[in-house]
């Protein structure tokens, strides 16, 4: 039903990374690319464990990423790398290496890959100072919106050469992975091999993003932050798929704690707390704000719009919060394809459409030409004439996939204009 292989071209890394602040069903679409495609060789991420990833296929495999690409699961590639610009948390790697049953010769770490230390998350969480030596309560990166899993720390020790920072190198039980990732890479792209290139959360949670920092990640989430993450020369980048969802979602701003411990509390231990009577300290932060078009709303609100039958509300992937939920922007799309363009293909993928239609969920199927079929609902394609379209007719950018539910195959692939 699905051929994904014009995503790909030799010689060139096609990009797949996020238009907005992460949580877009970037697994689900880069799942999808990998399996409707046969001509591509390899794959290669630089992600971060504070970020993840899930895929969710017809067979009832439910597959949660924070240090493999989310097509680790495949037996299509050849090699999977992980850049020098990646923060890795070992139990997370061996899991991931063990449930996707990944033979350890297809995976190559650069030696220079950071490894997340118990001391950076908790210097995040202001348990500790820098050096990991426990002191008074102080804020460390909660305040504003932090998952505080101690990415940052971890590459703030690395920016100051500090000698407790700890990388691939240093790990014994790693070194059957290491290889000099940026040199195989390019040479394989020398022989026209074709690569998928994961980005991980968000472009609007980028560094140096004027309008959004100090809310924002701990680099830049562009697609030259990603080649430099990876040391590899930007004259290889292909293709990109920027992907987006219906209602652009941020991290919640608080955190749960433990009045005792300081442990940071999921919500599902927040209710537990509460329905025993057990005291939670709230932690007041701000995760962000949104674009100046766009609107925050509530779940219920969500839920109605989209007159699903059962309530609608999402978690984060690693801290299990509520996550907060915007109404789309098309200044933020449009930002996102001006920062990110390679001179190749712009793709959009637009994720959720369930989300403004519940008839939507679980749609499959070809498209075309876009608005002379049945593919779409009238209320969705009004929701994408007013939102995308315009955007679309301003850059150039081809939209290209619509997902209509948590599978990787609940698609909808665009052709014609």
Known sequence: MFDTSDIFSPGQLSICLDASAGSSGKGKMASFIADHADNWQFCCNTFSAQAGHWVKLDDGRCLFYQTLNSCAYS???????????????LPAFFREMEENNVDPRRVGIHPLASIIQDMDGAFERGEVDFDGVPRAQHDGTMKAGSTCHGVGAARARRVLRRPDLKLVRDVPELQEFVCDTSEEIMQRLDKGQS???????GFQLSLMLKDMYPYCTSRNVTVAAGFDDMMLPVRYAGNVILNCRTYPIRINSNKYLDPDTGKHLTWGEVEEYKAKGRDVRVYEGDSGP???????????????????PEPIIEMTSVTKLPRRVFTFSRKNLQQAIRYNHT?????????????????????????????????LTPKFTKWFKENLQPVIHSTKAIVKFIGTGPLTDDMITLCGD
């Open 75 to 89: 037996d299509k590639y050849e090699k999977m790398f992980i850049g020098p610009g990646a923060s890795i948390e």
């Open 195 to 201: 690569g998928l290139f994961e980005i991980a959360q």
């Open 290 to 308: 949104g674009y100046d078009d766009q609107i925050e709303i509530s779940w219920d609100e969500l839920t109605a719009q989209g007159e699903s």
């Open 343 to 375: 001179g190749k293909k712009m793709f959009i993928s637009i994720n959720f459409a369930n989300y403004v239609d519940h008839a939507m969920s679980g749609s499959r199927g070809e498209a075309h030409p876009l608005w002379q079929t049945g593919a």
